[in-house]
């Protein structure tokens, strides 16, 4: 029997991941949730999104009432991450499985009140980090796995935006717990196992910091106790409409890998200018959504058939998000942060 599940926050990786689950087969999108209703302007991205009655989805401008009237499997949570914990709490009581779209919470103390919910309820939690399931970074995670470069040493990640994402959030997050704990994440899936020690971080401010008060761009270092390091670099104040550039070089005793992600295999020119389309993560094919994201949500749905847990748990986000904060931490008030916050 399909699963019947709903997305709670329809902004634009709502719309993204419900319709993704909704052309999963066997899976029904039963409705949409999002006190901003839906509109063509709040469709992004050049008709890749569908409306909710599109999807053949209901939507509601209240989770608590979509949640109240329907009979749902699972949620798609998606809202802005001062506004994780309420709707995870709201949707196990009514006995659906989650799939959290990262970071999981804004604090640890969130964090532990979603995983705790979970886990009392006997559901499901899945963070959603699609790099995961990214066939270049997974391929690092198997030769570092399969002892290919040897003992992890040195890991880089690198990912750098536009001023364009920084203002489409209105200054709500810093760049650091947005996009940095894509590779904070991976880096801590690579030496999995081994705990993160201490932090160390700096930040640079521009244009940013002056129209939206969080600073352009971040380094962070983070030593592992077995001595490894691992370096993230990541900003959003990059000029208006360009596309940033991605990285991920891993140092092992005996080899390395290294990927350079954009511009994703492919680059266009046109009167504009050069464009480079996103391709991997998530494009369309014969009137399908394929790529990394349609692979995340299968494995989410897969997990609720099999009845087995997800391969991101709540704890991997939890982990995730220290190492953010430690970031912050370090950029705020100088010198090292000392591992476990708490």
């Given at each position: 029997m399909g699963k019947r599940l709903g997305v709670i926050g329809y902004g634009w990786m709502g719309q993204l991941l419900g319709r993704v689950a909704a052309e999963i087969p066997g899976v029904k999108l039963v409705a949409v949730a999002d006190p901003a209703g839906y509109s063509e302007k709040s469709a992004v991205g050049l008709r890749l999104f569908r409306s909710p009655e599109e999807l053949g989805a209901r939507l509601y401008l209240d989770y608590g009432e979509m949640l109240k009237r329907e009979s749902l499997d699972a949620v798609i949570i998606?809202?802005?991450?001062?506004?994780?914990?309420?709707?995870?709490?709201?949707?196990?009581?009514?006995?659906?499985?989650?799939?959290?779209?990262?970071?999981?919470?804004?604090?640890?103390?969130?964090?532990?009140?979603?995983?705790?919910?979970?886990?009392?309820?006997?559901?499901?939690?899945?963070?959603?980090?699609?790099?995961?399931?990214?066939?270049?970074?997974?391929?690092?995670?198997?030769?570092?796995?399969?002892?290919?470069?040897?003992?992890?040493?040195?890991?880089?990640?690198?990912?750098?935006?536009?001023?364009?994402?920084?203002?489409?959030?209105?200054?709500?997050?810093?760049?650091?717990?947005?996009?940095?704990?894509?590779?904070?994440?991976?880096?801590?899936?690579?030496h999995e196992g081994v705990a993160v020690k201490t932090v160390y971080a700096k930040a640079v401010r521009g244009r940013v910091q002056e129209e939206l008060g969080t600073w352009d761009f971040s380094w962070s270092m983070f030593e592992f106790r077995d001595g490894s390091l691992g370096v993230v670099e990541t900003g959003w104040g990059l000029p208006e409409n360009s596309w940033g550039d991605a990285k991920m070089q891993v140092i092992g005793t005996k080899g390395q890998c290294a990927l350079d992600f954009v511009p994703m295999n492919l680059m266009t020119v046109a009167p504009e200018g050069w464009k480079f389309p996103v391709t991997r993560l998530w494009t369309e094919v014969e009137g399908r959504l394929v790529g990394a994201v349609q692979t995340e949500v299968a494995h989410f749905v897969e997990c609720l058939e099999a009845d087995r847990e997800p391969c991101v748990s709540g704890m991997d986000g939890r982990r995730s998000l220290e190492v953010a904060l430690a970031t912050e931490m370090s950029i705020e008030k100088g010198g090292e942060i000392k591992l476990p916050l708490q």
């Amino acid at each position: 029997m399909g699963k019947r599940l709903g997305v709670i926050g329809y902004g634009w990786m709502g719309q993204l991941l419900g319709r993704v689950a909704a052309e999963i087969p066997g899976v029904k999108l039963v409705a949409v949730a999002d006190p901003a209703g839906y509109s063509e302007k709040s469709a992004v991205g050049l008709r890749l999104f569908r409306s909710p009655e599109e999807l053949g989805a209901r939507l509601y401008l209240d989770y608590g009432e979509m949640l109240k009237r329907e009979s749902l499997d699972a949620v798609i949570i998606a809202t802005p991450e001062p506004l994780h914990v309420d709707p995870v709490l709201q949707a196990v009581s009514a006995g659906c499985h989650v799939f959290l779209e990262k970071p999981i919470a804004r604090t640890l103390d969130e964090a532990d009140r979603i995983i705790a919910a979970c886990a009392n309820a006997k559901r499901k939690l899945m963070i959603g980090y699609i790099l995961r399931f990214e066939p270049a970074y997974v391929a690092i995670k198997r030769a570092v796995q399969n002892g290919e470069i040897g003992k992890l040493k040195v890991a880089y990640g690198r990912r750098n935006g536009s001023i364009d994402e920084a203002r489409r959030l209105k200054g709500r997050t810093s760049v650091t717990n947005y996009i940095a704990v894509h590779d904070i994440d991976q880096i801590l899936w690579y030496h999995e196992g081994v705990a993160v020690k201490t932090v160390y971080a700096k930040a640079v401010r521009g244009r940013v910091q002056e129209e939206l008060g969080t600073w352009d761009f971040s380094w962070s270092m983070f030593e592992f106790r077995d001595g490894s390091l691992g370096v993230v670099e990541t900003g959003w104040g990059l000029p208006e409409n360009s596309w940033g550039d991605a990285k991920m070089q891993v140092i092992g005793t005996k080899g390395q890998c290294a990927l350079d992600f954009v511009p994703m295999n492919l680059m266009t020119v046109a009167p504009e200018g050069w464009k480079f389309p996103v391709t991997r993560l998530w494009t369309e094919v014969e009137g399908r959504l394929v790529g990394a994201v349609q692979t995340e949500v299968a494995h989410f749905v897969e997990c609720l058939e099999a009845d087995r847990e997800p391969c991101v748990s709540g704890m991997d986000g939890r982990r995730s998000l220290e190492v953010a904060l430690a970031t912050e931490m370090s950029i705020e008030k100088g010198g090292e942060i000392k591992l476990p916050l708490q």
